[in-house]
């Protein structure tokens, strides 16, 4: 098989919407996502043959199919399409319809759709990967039911414009407050005052993927103070090496920042690396992810409160989603063009009710950590460490390192992200070499 040598990518030169530079760093087209497929050829041919794949075979012909396939875009190029995104479009209106067939397969459905979410999230959780599997769940499920509530309820005059219009604006800040929580959780930013020289090295460093930053190591090199002596600069640099020193960022952190190996950077008051929008929250976008939180709590309750009422008006709301008589055999015997699909309107207030448990839950987690003063990574390690004291099946975690009761703490979360970028505290008195970590 013809071997291709990494070139450097050719930025200067202006890329047209279909062109794309591959991950061979060579300019190529969307058009010619079928050609040059040595790897594809070299499996296929090994597969008629009855040979054995080569170990590394499957994953270059993953790698390949996951680099050609783009859509053209107005600036800079053809961009990727990630694969993670599409089934979250394709089995969520399958699964729903399939479990409005009948009350078995509704239960079959609906509780076999939280374990496999749940297991795909530990399988990614556990090799540190980026996916966009769960924000394109999140949002296609906001969406989708958005569009079947119009359709299925509005339609039907089941509801009024006042609650369709109460409906569209919390979807509509629910969404505004998201965009906000993904502008960035605040990153450490290197001290440029302390800087003296960066030098890059591609090789991967010791706690990061190769493949991340390109297999790319940049070391910070900082000026010591001359006036200091250098044991003292040395016993400085192992105790700072231990607690602040980031071997993968090659910053210094302040206090109560953090490592995510997932993101690759460290955050100011890193929290959690949430997986339902796909980014960290930290000291810049806390605020914001508890307000999407309780917005989308808010909109789902009272769209499933209005759903409900639709299906089973005659019955309280909670009996209503446990006891509904009736709901599937009135879509059973009318025909399709008749058919009022109040079946499919039950498995989704069902659906609707499952995730608003979920993050209502995740709601409850936050909130009692913001009056403790404690964020999630701190809470986990200070379990690990037994220094916690923890109470409600583990539900409360207080470490009692920065409460300042439960007024100071939730005045200090107010304003934690009025300074949301401060620089990397400089390392005085010492010098950070090449062979740290």
């Known amino acids: 098989m013809k071997k291709r ?6 930025e200067e030169q202006i890329l047209c919407c279909c062109e794309y530079v591959n991950r061979f760093g060579e300019r190529s087209h969307v058009g010619a996502c079928c050609c040059d497929c040595e790897d594809l050829d070299d499996a296929c041919d090994r597969f008629l043959k009855r040979e054995p794949q ?25 961009r990727k399409v990630d694969l993670s995104i599409i089934p979250p479009l394709l089995l969520l209106p399958v699964l729903l319809h399939v479990a409005a067939l009948h009350y078995l397969l509704g239960l079959v459905v609906l509780t076999a759709l939280p374990g496999l979410v749940l297991w795909y999230y530990y399988f990614t959780h556990r090799k540190k990967g980026r996916t966009l599997f769960f924000l394109s769940l999140a949002l296609f499920s906001l969406a989708y039911m958005y569009y079947l509530f119009v359709t299925e309820v509005l339609l039907n005059g089941d509801v009024g414009p006042v609650q369709l219009a109460v409906v569209t604006v919390g979807v509509t800040l629910t969404l505004v407050a998201l965009v906000l929580t993904k502008r960035g959780p605040g990153v450490v930013r290197p001290n440029r005052e302390a800087v003296h020289s960066t030098v890059t090295y591609y090789t991967p460093a010791a706690d990061r993927e190769p493949a991340a930053n390109g297999g790319r190591r940049d070391v910070t090199t900082t000026v010591a103070n001359r006036a200091g002596s250098a044991e003292d600069s040395g016993a400085e ?31 100011l008051r890193l929290d959690h690396h949430c997986v339902w929008i796909n980014s960290c929250v930290g000291q810049s976008n806390h605020r914001s992810f508890l307000l999407t939180l309780v917005l989308f709590l808010l909109t789902s309750l009272y769209g499933i409160s209005l759903v409900l009422r639709s299906v089973c008006p005659n019955q309280h709301l909670v009996i209503a989603l446990l006891y509904c008589p009736g709901v599937y055999e009135q879509s059973r015997y009318r025909a399709p063009a008749e058919l009022d699909d109040t079946a499919l309107r039950f498995t989704c207030a069902w659906y609707s009710s499952i995730v608003t448990c979920g993050l209502l839950h995740l ?3 936050q909130v009692i950590n913001v009056s403790h003063n404690v964020t999630e990574r701190e809470a986990r390690e200070a379990l690990r460490d037994r220094t916690a004291r923890s109470a409600y099946w583990g539900l409360v975690i207080d470490t009692g390192v920065y409460s300042k009761g439960f007024r100071g703490n939730w005045a200090e979360f107010m304003t934690t992200g009025e300074n949301s970028n401060p620089p990397s505290p400089a390392p005085t008195d010492l010098v950070v070499l090449l062979g740290v970590g």
Do not use: F, Y
């Not at 040598?5 to 050719?10: D, G, H, L, M, S």
């Not at 080569?54 to 600036?75: N, Q």
């Open 54 to 78: 080569k170990p590394e075979s499957l994953s270059h012909v993953a790698a390949d199919v996951t680099d050609r396939l783009r859509v053209p875009w107005l600036w800079g190029g053809a």
């Open 5 to 10: 040598a990494n070139k450097v990518p050719e």
């Open 237 to 267: 640099l192992k105790e700072s090496g231990r607690r602040n020193w980031c071997q993968a960022c090659r910053v210094v952190r302040p206090p109560r920042a953090g490592h995510c190996r997932i993101c690759g950077v460290c955050v």
């Open 363 to 365: 709601l409850t987690v």
